[in-house]
């Protein structure tokens, strides 16, 4: 096994807020993730959207539109979703990254995956710890 990449992208979302994006983001990723199975493990740095999927409470129009569509999305699926932080899912920190400074969607899949990401997903794969600064610890 060469690394384990299926799939991903990167692009930038129009949102009110950074909650937004996060639910825009993992819609897209449940589009992708939706065409290789019906059994999907979420990652997210987000605990706000792991509660929000996780449970129906009242929120804004927009936010409250998302969440439905994430869970409609995730129905007949067998699924997990938890809370992991930023420097746990170094590919996702660096698809976030590249997908603020481009105005096109890129995807790709294990063949088309960018170096950066392969070498990330095997740096995760091999138990390769990685350090977090302290000029973000609050920022989740």
């Known amino acids: 096994m060469e690394d ?8 930038s979302f129009t949102a009110g807020s950074a909650l937004e994006a996060e639910l825009q983001a993992l819609t897209r990723g449940l589009d992708m993730a939706k065409g290789l199975g019906n059994v999907i493990w979420i990652e997210i740095d987000a605990q706000e959207v792991v509660n ?24 007949g699926c067998t699924f997990k979703i938890s809370h992991i932080r930023r420097e746990g899912n170094k590919v996702a920190e660096f698809l976030a990254k590249q997908g603020g400074s481009h105005s096109n969607r890129t995807t790709f899949n294990h063949d088309t995956a960018p170096l950066m990401v392969k070498a990330l997903a095997r740096m995760d794969r091999l138990g390769i710890p990685n350090v977090r600064g302290g000029e973000d610890e609050d920022e989740e």
């Open 52 to 75: 929000m999927v996780e449970n129906e409470r009242r929120r804004a129009a927009q936010i409250r539109h998302l969440t439905t569509g994430i869970r409609n999305k995730l129905r």
């Open 4 to 11: 384990m990449i299926l799939g991903g992208f990167a692009e």
